[in-house]
């Protein structure tokens, strides 16, 4: 294997096999693991859990993949990944969860998708969720999948799939006396996830239980929690995923009032203008203030290199540095060199690590103090207090243009971000 990253491996072998036009006359393409081996080990190469993760020549090919087998895959123009809903109820309108006092359970520092499933279960969350009571894990970890058949949409109609013993991995598998429960847990924010997550699963269950199966798909970030439950309309369609119900949870007390953002406002100075000419960090261009949020909870954890980042969260390696320079824009991260790894690493400043242990409430009004210690933020949020919707988008290209944050090509790019940010502080308080 070469020292290559996986859109350079990727690029090989798709112009090595001709995939693309394999895909274009048969359909699909068929890839053995040791043929993806010659260039990078395939766990890195076939394994993105968000679709903003797919490597760009995938992306710029209309192209994914899928596991068939424990030693090959099969690629096609699958369409594999379910969007997320956004999140449309307020924080503080969020049913709110008294978690019992465990000297073992931290609700500050919940980093591991385990014990997030720990703390849904312990909190009865799960049972309110679903209904029904006395839910008991009774099984995770890796499995074969056995064999089955499917359907799935594909950018040109449909493809067909045969899967003999491929690997899938359940994060949490509950059963009541009603039905069985598998869960997907996730602890970073993304906007959609791979459908493969709960199909393969479901279809492994459905051979071996009696008892109906619920599908839940669940996200903790920033001490709230996201519940979806999922069906398949179609036994043997990929793509028959309809969603069934969603319900939020929080854990602390999350009432922040307007009176308090504009407090958080008067008393906050200007530290920059951000004019390029005069600023070492780069204006920001990461345009999901949750997943800022969702990078500082991982990073308290540990430091992680771009390469980890971007693994961890489902980036691409230039999101990575995108959201790390969001966070350094706000003084949260920072860059060393950790001597034992022999890398550059990504890790909380003293700043970043006393953010990470406020609660909720105080967490946000920290976060909002250090977003308008930035002029143009100053600026722009009392329009967006006094008028409580956005700014157009004009309004936030001129205020970049006046303090000379970016060069002119990136503008239209980076006002994506600053209409992003904004719109996080827009959900603060509860109305």
Known sequence: MTNLST????????????IIN???????????????????EPRLMSKWDSS?????????????????????????????????????????????????????????????????????????????????????????????TGEFNFHVNTRRGRGSVFVKNAQCEIDGGFENDESVVIMEA????????????????????KKRVKKPIRLVFSVYSNMIFRLFEYEFESLE??????????????LQDTDISREELLEIY????????DNMNHSNVPFIQADSFDRVISLLEQLHENSMSMDEVAELMQFQNRQSDYYFNAGKYLGLFEKIKDQNK?????????????????????????????????RIFHDLFIDVYNNNKLP?????????????????????????????????ILSLPKV
């Open 342 to 374: 022999g890398l550059i690493v990504m890790r909380l400043t003293r700043l970043g690590e006393n953010v990470y242990k406020l609660n909720y409430k105080d967490r946000q009004l920290k976060l909002l103090e250090l977003i308008l210690e930035h």
């Open 392 to 424: 157009p988008r004009s309004l936030v290209k001129e205020k970049m243009r006046s303090y000379n944050v970016c060069n002119e090509p990136q503008i239209d790019r980076r006002s994506s971000s600053v209409l992003g940010w904004l719109k996080w």
């Open 186 to 205: 996730k602890n970073v924010v993304n906007p959609d996830f791979h459908i493969r997550q709960l199909y393969y699963p479901y279809r492994l269950w």
């Open 266 to 273: 008067y008393k906050t100075l200007v530290k920059t203008d």
């Open 237 to 250: 369609d990929f793509s028959s995923i309809n969603l069934v119900r969603e319900k939020n949870y929080s």
């Open 22 to 40: 394999k895909i274009k006359d048969e359909g699909q393409f068929k890839i053995l693991s040791k043929q993806i081996k010659e260039f990078r």
């Open 52 to 144: 903003e993760s797919l490597p760009s020549v995938f992306e710029k090919n209309k192209i994914n993949i899928l596991p068939d087998s424990r030693s090959s895959y099969v690629l096609s123009d699958f369409q594999l990944y379910e969007k997320l809903p956004d999140m449309t109820e307020h924080v503080g309108k969020m049913k709110k969860i008294q978690v019992p006092e465990f000297e073992t359970i931290d609700v500050n520092n919940i980093t591991s998708e385990s014990n997030a499933i720990n703390l849904l279960v312990i909190s009865n969350i799960l049972d309110d969720f679903l209904s029904v009571e006395n839910n008991v894990q009774t099984f995770n970890g890796r499995m074969g």
């Open 7 to 18: 859109n350079e491996a990727w690029e090989k072998i798709i112009e090595k096999y001709d």
